[in-house]
């Protein structure tokens, strides 16, 4: 008669098996006739015939000793394992047990077989009854005749698009992503200005559709982001259309399967899309920031349910975008800035990289309004064919920073208001030296897209400066 699982003992053998195993019911006869063994069976109760059969269909001794194969024989002396053995091997197994005639009359060898504790519907259950106890979140009850995808977006968790329940299991996956703590604040999230924890951020990924693995990424924007520098509240309250961005650089580009390549900036690629969305679910969810109350935005744009892309770092004529702002060669980093919709720059005749700048100036002069310096911040995404001029002629990042920034001032003549019959415009008086369109660094170049196709893009920001928003970049933990 089986008894209850308890304590396993000081001295002695203990063993793990199951009914479903045929090696398990091959070497019945050898457990039966082994003095001080303790058997615990992992699916059937009544199985084998030994005198100390334990029940172990909950897995707790099998989780315990870290069973992965079935039978496994452990020897205890003094409370401390000394040895374990898997599967049958007759000359193995009387070594190991000090009795020399152990199944004598059964074959040579046979291999084991996989704990239940492997097995693929365990792992859920198993997982969920280790660790539920570590997340802390409110949960969410949902009626049995619910819908889980209409009751998520019923109740306000969702940005319009469907999204995945995060159920227990799927945190708990979520989390393996990291070595950070479930309960390790990462930021104050605004605009409601509140703590946002690694298990919160876990949430809203499993919402965006995340990998486990994109865990890091999201945590380094989710960091950036909520910093006074990137100032996301102002951004949010804001009429203008701009939401939050992330470029992200290094190893961890490859290791996620990020797109750096044709359509960087567009739909197909998991981690671009999820990583993005999972940002902007986390200003939402966690922070309040919703369409039509504190996110104020007239028209918005479709990259506020996530914008995010990776930037061509072998390709590229210059540095990374990353290391160009301080990171160190070969860390992962994320930059998040403020970004309206892309805006294509089509040049296909130009050859000189002084041609090619000119065109790429007029494009930025257009952010917000050709005739308004000073205010509005941009970024500027050069692609392979582009970047080609430019590398051929030898130009780095800081070249054509200056090229550009040379062909960025403003007659003032041209930009005043009513010059142009445009009543917008920059304010008369003052000197007549032209003026720059952006403030100091307040443009980025990245480098992204596919091999074909002379075209790059600008992506507007936002007001830039002091009561504006600043890119902010932020390294990547490592997984682990």
Known sequence: MSTPTRALPTDGFVAVVKADCPTCRLVEPVLAALPQVAVFTQDDPDFPAVADRRDDTALDVSLALEVETVPTLVRFEDGRETGRIVGWLREQWQDFTGVPELGAELPEHRPGCGSRTLDPDMADALLVRAKEGSLRSRRLQIAELEDELEALYDRGFSDGLPVVPPTPVRVLRMLDGTSRRPDEIVAVVPPNLVEVTVEKVAINAVLAGCRPEYLPVVLAAVEAACTDEFNAHGLLATTWGAGPAVCVNGPVRAEIGMNWAGNALGQGNRANATIGRALQLVIRNVGGGRPQEVDRAALGHPGKVGFCFA????????????????????????????????????????????????????????????????????????????????????????????????RLLLDRAEIARGAGGIDEGMPGGGADRPLPKFRPGGYMIMYAGGGAGMFSAVIGGWAGGPGGSAPVTREVDPWR
């Open 311 to 406: 930037e061509d770092e072998d390709g590229s004529p210059f540095e990374p975008l990353a290391q160009s702002r301080g990171v160190a060669p070969g860390r992962s980093a994320v930059t998040v800035f403020a970004a309206d919709g892309p805006r294509g720059v089509a040049d296909q005749i130009s050859r000189t990289p002084e041609s090619l700048a000119g065109s790429l100036a007029q494009a930025l002069r257009s952010v917000c309004h050709w005739k308004l310096a000073g205010g509005f911040d941009a970024s500027l995404v050069l692609s392979p064919e582009h970047g080609r001029t430019f590398r051929e002629a030898g130009w780095d990042r800081a070249r054509l920073h200056r090229e550009l920034d040379a």
